[in-house]
Each structure stands twice: as C-alpha cells, then as structure tokens.
C-alpha cells in the first residue's frame, strides 16, 4: 500500500503545476515592482522639477 502512494505521488504533476504557476506569478511581482518603482523615481523628479520651477519664479510652494 505504501510503495502504492509513493508511485502514484510520485507520477503527479498537479504540485509541480501549481509550483510552475506560483514562480511565475513571483516573477511577475518582482517585475511590477521594480518598474513602479523606476516610474516612481521618474515622477518624484518630475515634481520637484516643477517645485523648483514655481520656486524660482517666486511663487510660494507648500
């Protein structure tokens, strides 16, 4: 009975499936991660851009 189980886990792919599809979805999340973070990068400069701009012409920035 227990030479049984051992063949037949051993002959299942259903884990190795849902092992596959979770790898693939933390690659995608890393992805994700870093580009918001690179755009996130991009926009905190876009915004002190424009600070310094309305600085520089003398109107008062909160």
Same mark, same amino acid.
């Given at each position: 009975? /227990? !030479?049984?189980?051992?063949?037949?886990? $051993?002959?299942?792919?259903?884990? #190795?499936?849902?092992?596959?599809?979770? !790898?693939? +979805?933390? !690659?995608? $999340?890393?992805?994700?991660?870093?580009?918001?973070? @690179?755009?996130?990068?991009?926009? @905190?400069?876009?915004?002190?851009?424009?600070?310094? #701009?309305? /600085? /520089? +012409?003398?109107? #008062?920035?909160?």
């Amino acid at each position: 009975m /227990t !030479l049984k189980f051992i063949k037949k886990f $051993a002959r299942d792919e259903d884990g #190795a499936t849902a092992i596959e599809y979770g !790898l693939f +979805a933390a !690659l995608i $999340a890393a992805v994700i991660v870093v580009a918001v973070s @690179n755009i996130g990068g991009q926009v @905190n400069s876009g915004f002190e851009a424009v600070r310094t #701009a309305l /600085t /520089t +012409a003398g109107i #008062a920035v909160p």
